[in-house]
């Protein structure tokens, strides 16, 4: 993936007027099926994983919370974020700690930057298989859980993984400006949505029909995660 083609953060709602209909329902069906899974099957999964970005502390402060919550998650995964962001924090135990940490056993920080969603997909896919994780949860801010998810996704099936993944949307509100940019989530989504469209015809993030396809597996696997919470 190369940063430097990527869209700009904040895009005007006009400027999707180059996308069909068509390419534009599949997001929405895609952000639909995503965030309606039931996020109660987060306190009930092998890791939480939280991506950074954006100057955006609250996605740590929120997994940090849930993390110390749940004694029966046994990993926390930090994907570490882009240093040519102005708000970039080098992520390190004692960061953390400071965000409220205790339990640190179980807990792996991603060491090398990570200029991209893409890269911090590639280090949470080696976590995956390092530490043999049977599921996850992704904490990530709302507007952008979607890119994550289908990015993290993209990455499982090019590797033949399987595995739930649950998306945790960060309790932040849509109006809150995020530090890098002043932009609040309202006026980030447009972007989002024309990176994952323009991601998608690069073979970055997950289409339509592997969301769909990866769906009927999770729900006809395990669905008693889902409904019930038994793993």
């Known amino acids: ?43 009930h999964v092998d890791a939480l994983v939280v991506a950074t970005g954006q100057g955006e502390e609250w996605r740590l402060t929120h997994a940090i919370r849930n993390w110390e919550a749940n004694p029966a998650l046994r990993y926390l995964l930090v994907a570490n974020g882009n240093p040519d962001e102005e708000t970039y924090v080098e ?7 400071s965000l409220g940490l205790r339990r640190t056993d179980g807990v792996h920080l991603q060491a090398e930057p990570a200029s991209n969603t893409g890269l ?10 390092a530490r043999r994780i049977a ?37 932040v509100s849509p109006d809150t400006p995020v530090p890098e940019t002043g932009a609040t989530a309202y006026d980030l989504v447009p972007g989002e949505i024309t990176r994952i469209l323009n991601y998608m015809d690069n073979g970055w993030v997950a289409t339509p029909e592997e969301v769909q396809q990866y769906l009927q597996w999770l729900w006809s696997h395990h669905k008693a995660l889902l409904v019930t919470g038994r793993v």
């Open 120 to 129: 911090q997909a590639a280090w949470i896919v080696d976590q995956v298989q």
């Open 1 to 43: 993936m190369n940063p430097h083609k990527a869209a700009p953060r904040v895009v005007a709602q006009e400027d999707l007027a180059g996308f069909t209909a068509g390419q534009l329902a599949g997001v929405l069906k895609a952000l639909t099926v995503i965030l309606t899974l039931p996020q109660s099957a987060a306190d």
């Open 91 to 97: 992520i390190t135990l004692d960061y953390l700690r």
């Open 135 to 171: 599921s996850l949860a992704l904490a990530v801010s709302p507007y952008h859980l979607a890119r994550v998810y289908l990015t993290v996704l993209k990455a499982f099936t090019r590797t033949g993984i399987r595995l739930p993944m649950i998306p945790l949307p960060v309790a």
